[in-house]
């Protein structure tokens, strides 16, 4: 786990805080790293025991049995785990985070997960005597081994303002967008942003190459113009090389485009591009690659 982190990082001053971190997937353990390098106290806890031990053998802190004992005594609780379910199931009950977290403390929930069930923990803590901000996360696995992801908060201005600093850890920007809820909402723009870049992305890749141009040469060309995006600049050589092995899976991003959809029947917009993209990704699950990243759309026009 040596290459878990970017260890060149060089991290803001903060005031040193005892924190928690539950969840240590591809985006999570990275994240804890980089909150222990930056000189905070930290307690991990992973539904694989083993994944929590290599992580305290590399940066020291302690592992805990349960969310509740993780959270016990922490300023700050963090937490990045995989759906709406996964997050109840890690703070509420007598195991959760919520059981042992101490009054006024603050919990951070990275989880993509939908604004109906932020706003659902937001109340359940408040009802506790405890904080709830809502972080999702955009950067992917790279942003988090690099300590530059952006952060989308959700929630009261206080508790942001004392996680601010912690989150800054691992992060390049953290935002606050609102209230309860406003932070997944403000992920779910990012990812519709996101499925039509990739899209118009994959379909000029794909014209290009059957035109016979050098499709290398010519994005160098129109990425120094209006067309430039994050995603040609880091995805379009990659794509035309058939490499899709970077990070954030289809899988995923048919999860998060699920959430968006659901909140769109809710609220009334229109998101006929976004709809027909979702279902471009399920014709990429049909071709096998569930854990292909999102740049994987050129595959169905090859």
């Known amino acids: 786990m040596a290459d878990s982190i970017n260890t060149t990082r ?19 353990l990275p994240m804890a790293g980089h909150l222990a390098r930056a000189g905070h106290a930290v307690t991990v806890y992973n539904r694989s025991a083993a994944k929590a031990q290599a992580w305290v053998a590399e940066f020291g802190g302690a592992a805990a049995d349960t969310p509740a004992q993780a959270a016990r005594d922490a300023d700050v609780v963090f937490v990045c785990v995989g759906n709406d379910d996964d997050l109840r199931s890690v703070l509420l009950g007598e195991t959760g985070a919520f059981a042992g977290m101490k009054p006024g403390a603050i919990l951070v929930d990275h989880t993509t997960a939908s604004a109906e069930v932020a706003r659902e923990m937001h109340g359940v803590a408040r009802s506790r005597g405890l904080h709830f901000v809502d972080a999702p996360v955009s950067g992917g696995q790279a942003g988090a081994v690099n300590g530059q992801l952006t952060v989308m908060c959700g929630g009261d201005a ?95 991003m048919r999860k998060d485009l699920g959430l968006v959809l659901d909140e769109a029947r809710r609220n009334g917009a229109r998101l006929p591009v976004t709809a027909l993209v979702d279902q471009f990704y399920a014709d990429v699950q049909g071709l096998g690659g569930g854990r292909w990243d999102t740049s994987s759309l050129i595959k169905r026009l090859r």
């Open 10 to 28: 060089s991290y803001e001053p903060a005031t040193p805080r005892r924190t928690a971190f539950i969840g240590l997937g591809v985006m999570g």
């Open 158 to 252: 206080d508790p942001f303002e004392t996680m601010k600093p912690v989150a800054q850890a691992f992060s390049r920007a953290v935002t606050r967008v609102g209230e309860p809820g406003a932070g997944q909402l403000a992920k779910m723009v990012n990812q519709i942003c996101i499925a039509g870049l990739v899209q118009g992305l994959a379909e000029a890749i794909a014209f290009g190459g059957r035109a016979g141009l050098d499709m290398k040469q010519v994005l160098e060309v129109i990425g120094k113009g209006a067309a430039q995006s994050w995603q040609m600049d880091n995805r379009g050589k990659t794509m035309v090389d058939d490499q899709f092995n970077f990070g954030f899976a289809v899988d995923w």
